[in-house]
């Protein structure tokens, strides 16, 4: 089963195929995630809270 790189929370598939970058199994952050957001191929705080 696929999961969250960052909080290693479970994924759905297709989750992973729509905001996963090609060739990846996982995605590096989820909404589950608590002020995290993806920034090209990295993972950076968030500059705003997220509700």
Do not use: L
Request: hydrophobic share 30%; glycine share 6%.
């Amino acid at each position: 089963m696929p999961e969250c790189q960052n909080c290693e929370a479970f994924v759905t598939d297709q989750y992973v195929r729509v905001f996963a970058p090609t060739g990846m199994e996982s995605v590096r952050v989820c909404p589950n995630c608590p002020g995290k957001v993806r920034d090209g191929a990295d993972v950076r705080d968030a500059r705003s809270p997220r509700h």
